[in-house]
């Protein structure tokens, strides 16, 4: 079975513009959450979608968004990127999202360098 | 074996020792945590959960101890290798289902 796969690998942006990443998840997963990383403030919790709804929401501002499609798959989207915005941003997929032993898996992330 | 009480961003060990991660979480909520393993250009990778009505579950080469009093989570690693030299988190999943992530702990497996 394939694992999380993420495009763009690496991406190299300039503030003020905007950036879309993908994310497909394991076959059969339904819950696709996003996560930020920096060496700043590490692992934060960006959304979750099930169903092509967002089913939980961190503390990010509203640059930042996201969607799912029927097929699962998700794209993030970040607005008017600042340079602090450089980040990994790591998917992660599950069957449901919401069993207690529903293990996430994790894609390899996004680099985005915003320059 | 080595070990810290505290957290600390890294930990060297010596090949074959057992190694110690501390982790102090915030949520009295929470009832899930996780260890994963995160490796230069990788994702993180799941290594053990426990659930909140455990203290104690082992997997293969691996511990994890939890200590709902003072909120601690620690991750033993037995005879340590050199494919275990990564970054671990800590993670706690709330009643909300939100896993909240550790600052996480550099492990440098010594030849």
């Known amino acids: 079975k394939a694992g999380v796969t993420q495009t763009p690998r690496y991406l190299i942006k300039t503030r003020g513009q905007q950036v879309t990443l993908s994310c497909s998840p394991i076959s059969g997963h339904r819950s696709v959450s996003w996560y930020q990383q920096t060496p700043g403030q590490g692992l934060q919790f960006l959304f979750e979608?099930?169903?092509?709804?967002?089913?939980n929401k961190g503390n990010f501002p509203g640059r930042f968004s996201g969607r799912q499609f029927s097929n699962s798959r998700s794209e993030m989207n970040v607005s008017t990127l600042e340079l602090g915005d450089s980040a990994l941003y790591l998917c992660?997929?599950?069957?449901?999202?919401?069993?207690?032993?529903?293990?996430?898996?994790f894609g390899p992330g996004t680099r985005l360098t915003v320059t | 074996g080595e070990s810290v009480g505290l957290h600390l961003p890294t930990l060297s060990v010596q090949e074959g020792d057992n190694s110690i991660i501390n982790c102090a979480y915030s949520?009295?909520?929470?009832?899930?945590f996780i260890w994963y393993k995160q490796e230069s250009g990788k994702g993180p990778q799941f290594i053990i959960d426990?659930?909140?009505?455990?203290d104690k579950r082992q997997g293969q080469r691996v511990t994890v101890l939890l200590n709902k009093t003072v909120k601690h989570l620690s991750l033993q690693i037995a005879a340590t290798q050199p494919g275990d030299s990564a970054v671990y988190f800590c993670a706690e999943r709330d009643d909300d289902y939100k896993l909240s992530f550790g600052a996480g702990t550099t492990v440098t497996v010594r030849a």
């Open positions: 426990i659930r909140s009505n455990m």
């Open positions: 949520n009295s909520a929470s009832d899930y």
């Open positions: 992660a997929s599950s069957l449901e999202g919401r069993n207690r032993v529903d293990e996430q898996y």
């Open positions: 979608y099930f169903s092509e709804t967002q089913r």
